[in-house]
């Protein structure tokens, strides 16, 4: 995490969350050993990013959307 964003952060006056603890640690500890992000690892982190993306526009669309047939019942009466 940048300056800017701890600034930011700080005249919200919020502490860093769990995730934002985390974040770095595992780059420290593969740049100690002095190696890349493997293709696996890359992949990997996307996929996670992709999911929580995911989630969250589903959260922010509000519930689930209903198709005509649930809406209609059975036989459909309301769309003849």
Known sequence: ???KEDRK???EGRKKGKK???NGKEDRKRRME???KG???QMNERKGRQERRKEW???RKGGRKRG???VNGRHGRRNR
């Open 1 to 3: 995490m940048n300056g």
């Open 9 to 11: 952060r700080r005249m």
């Open 34 to 36: 002095g190696r890349k």
């Open 57 to 59: 526009k589903e959260e």
């Open 39 to 41: 293709k696996k690892e």
């Open 68 to 70: 005509m047939e649930v």
């Open 20 to 22: 934002e603890q985390m």
